[in-house]
Structure formats: C-alpha cells, structure tokens
C-alpha cells in the first residue's frame, strides 16, 4: 500500500503473503526534506490477535 501527500509519503510492504506464515512488515516514511525511514515489525496472524 502507497500513500502519497503533498509533504510526505508512506509505504507498507509484507515480504510474504498475508497468508504465509513468517516474513517481516515493512513500514516506509519519506517526509520532504528529511532522510527516508524504514521501520520492520515481525509477522503476526492480525485475525487471531484480534
């Protein structure tokens, strides 16, 4: 998923299929002006949590 502003865009990425077991989330941040971000979260079942 993209998000795009007129002074930041966001981008959330999952390196497997929601589906799949295992495999990292990935959260992009670029704000104008200012050094991208990455942050990475492990995978977790959202359903079950939930």
């Not at 966001?10 to 050094?35: Q, S």
């Amino acid at each position: 998923m993209h998000v795009f502003g007129t002074d930041k865009w966001i981008a959330v990425r999952n390196d497997t299929h929601p589906d799949t077991l295992g495999g990292k989330v990935r959260f992009f941040e670029a704000v104008t002006g200012h050094p991208s971000q990455e942050t990475i979260f492990d995978w977790t079942d959202a359903v079950v949590d939930n």
